[in-house]
């Protein structure tokens, strides 16, 4: 087999694992995987201990595909902003939209669709208590590179805060969570800045 023969090979392979990959969004399906590893990884540890016992509730991912709130799993929780979505939620395996913490979302790069372009990063309004008990930003971004390098996507983009549709539509308080939630955590998880197109960037494995 010749040279060009392989990498048309191994690109088809990758093809078609990443398209099955998404597939799993269309069917509101859980994200099984050892979550814990994630939310011990992540967890602050205060010095009262006083997250351990919300950290031992049953947690789990949900992934959807779709925007806004058209979604039997994620209903009224988050106002989805990209075309697939994982949400973290605090009761395991129930449509329970009072359950929903927080999600990430992106789009496909449409031209090799080897590329994921994330465009939300957001935490439920109300559940700040819980959601202060651990890095929840990074560890959504971590899901989501995890996730992405297992399925053959090459790169994963994170946009500025600044470049986000709601940005400049509330106040500096705002601006100051959001700015948090892309720029900060894209940076503390390792990712580069490409001056070209004004966002953040991991090359993966």
Same mark, same amino acid.
């Given at each position: 087999? %010749?040279?060009?023969? =392989?990498?048309? =090979?191994?690109?088809? *392979?990758? $093809?078609?694992?990443?398209?099955?990959?998404?597939?799993?969004? #269309? /069917?509101? @399906?859980?994200? &099984?995987?050892? !979550?814990?590893?994630?939310?011990?990884?992540?967890?602050k540890f205060f010095p009262s201990n006083e997250?351990? /016992?919300? !950290?031992?509730?049953?947690?789990?991912?949900?992934? @959807?595909?779709?925007?806004? $709130?058209? &979604?039997?799993?994620?209903?009224?929780?988050?106002?989805?902003?990209?075309?697939y979505t994982i949400a973290l939620y605090k009761?395991?395996?129930?449509? /329970?939209?009072?359950? $929903? !913490?927080?999600?990430?979302?992106? &789009?496909?790069?449409?031209?090799?669709?080897?590329? *994921?372009?994330? =465009?939300? *990063?957001?935490? #439920?309004?109300?559940?700040?208590?819980?959601?202060?008990?651990?890095?929840?930003?990074?560890?959504?971004?971590?899901?989501?590179?995890?996730?992405?390098s297992q399925n053959g996507f090459k790169k994963?983009?994170? *946009?500025?805060?600044?470049?986000?549709?709601?940005?400049?539509?509330?106040?500096?308080?705002?601006?100051?969570?959001?700015?948090?939630?892309?720029?900060? %955590?894209?940076?503390? #998880?390792?990712?580069?800045?490409?001056?070209? /197109? =004004?966002?953040?960037?991991?090359? !993966?494995?």
């Amino acid at each position: 087999m %010749t040279v060009a023969l =392989k990498k048309l =090979k191994k690109w088809f *392979i990758n $093809y078609r694992k990443r398209s099955n990959a998404l597939k799993q969004f #269309s /069917n509101n @399906s859980c994200y &099984d995987i050892d !979550l814990k590893l994630y939310l011990d990884k992540f967890f602050k540890f205060f010095p009262s201990n006083e997250g351990d /016992n919300e !950290l031992k509730q049953d947690f789990s991912l949900i992934m @959807s595909s779709g925007t806004g $709130y058209n &979604d039997a799993w994620l209903g009224n929780g988050p106002y989805r902003d990209a075309s697939y979505t994982i949400a973290l939620y605090k009761s395991k395996h129930k449509k /329970n939209v009072s359950g $929903y !913490l927080c999600c990430i979302g992106f &789009d496909v790069q449409k031209v090799t669709k080897s590329e *994921i372009v994330v =465009k939300q *990063i957001q935490g #439920s309004f109300g559940k700040e208590g819980l959601l202060r008990l651990f890095k929840w930003e990074r560890m959504m971004l971590k899901v989501l590179t995890d996730w992405a390098s297992q399925n053959g996507f090459k790169k994963i983009w994170v *946009i500025m805060a600044k470049n986000s549709f709601y940005y400049n539509r509330y106040g500096e308080d705002r601006k100051k969570r959001m700015y948090m939630h892309y720029d900060i %955590t894209a940076r503390r #998880s390792g990712f580069s800045f490409d001056e070209t /197109n =004004k966002q953040y960037f991991k090359v !993966l494995d």
